[in-house]
C-alpha cells in the first residue's frame, strides 16, 4: 500500500504553509516584546502583533482548505490539523495578551515580564527550524527531538520566571490591590504563549513517535 500511495499526486504545499505559520510567530513574538519594552511604541507595537494574528488566521484556512482538497496528505490529516491549530494558538494567544495590555492601558512592565517575551522569541525561532525539518522526518528526527527538548525547558523556565514575577508583584503591590489584579492578568497570558509553544512541540513528538 505504501508504494501505491507514494504513486498518487500529493500537495507538498503543506509544509511551505507550516513554515510561514512560524515565521509569523517570530514575528509576532517580536512584536511582543517590542510591546514589552513598555513606553510610547506600546500602541503601535501591539497594532503589529494583530496584524500578524490575522495573517495567521489566513494560513490556517489554506491549510484546512487543502486538507480538505488533498487526496493524499504528507502524513495524516488529523496531525495536520493538531499541528496548524497548535501554531495558530501560539499567536491567538500573543493577541490576546495586546488586548490585555491596550484594555489596561498598560505601558510600564515589570521585568519578567520583558524575560518572558524573550523566551517567547527563543521558541519561536526554535518552531521555525522545527517546521522546516518536517519534510524529512526521518533524516531530521534527532534534531526534532532535540528542539522538541528545548522548548520544553523553555517553558520550564518561564515557570520559574512567572512564579518570581508573581512573588515581586505581590510585594510591590501591597498598598495598590489593582496593579496586582492587573500585573496578575498580564503575567498568566505571557506564561501562556509559552506554554502555547510547547504544545507545538507536544504535537511535532507525535508525529514523529507515528511516522518512525
Known amino acids: 500500500m505504501r508504494w501505491f500511495q507514494a504513486l498518487l499526486p500529493r500537495e507538498e504545499r503543506f509544509f511551505d504553509h507550516f513554515v510561514e505559520h512560524a515565521q509569523l510567530l517570530v514575528k509576532g513574538a517580536q512584536a511582543l516584546r517590542d510591546v514589552l519594552a513598555g513606553g510610547d511604541g506600546v500602541a503601535k507595537a501591539c497594532a503589529e502583533v494583530m496584524r500578524y494574528e490575522d495573517a495567521a488566521d489566513d494560513v490556517t484556512r489554506k491549510v484546512l482548505l487543502a486538507i480538505r482538497r488533498t487526496l493524499i496528505t504528507p502524513f495524516d490529516r488529523s496531525d495536520i490539523r493538531d499541528l496548524t491549530t497548535s501554531l495558530d494558538d501560539a499567536i491567538d494567544q500573543m493577541q490576546k495578551t495586546a488586548k490585555s495590555i491596550i484594555l489596561f492601558g498598560v505601558t510600564d512592565f515589570a521585568p519578567e515580564m520583558r524575560e518572558l517575551g524573550d523566551l517567547a522569541i527563543q521558541a519561536a525561532y526554535l518552531t521555525v527550524e522545527a517546521t522546516e525539518l518536517l519534510g524529512d522526518l526521518g533524516r531530521n ?61 507536544n504535537v511535532i513528538s507525535g508525529i514523529l513517535i507515528e511516522h518512525l
Open 141 to 201: 528526527a534527532t534534531r526534532l527531538n532535540a528542539i522538541t527538548e528545548a522548548v520544553t525547558r523553555i517553558e520550564t523556565r518561564s515557570d520559574e520566571i512567572y512564579d518570581a514575577g508573581m512573588k515581586a508583584l505581590f510585594r510591590r503591590s501591597q498598598e495598590r490591590p489593582m496593579d496586582f489584579i492587573v500585573g496578575a492578568d498580564l503575567f498568566d497570558h505571557l506564561e501562556k504563549v509559552i506554554d502555547r509553544f510547547e504544545d507545538v512541540a
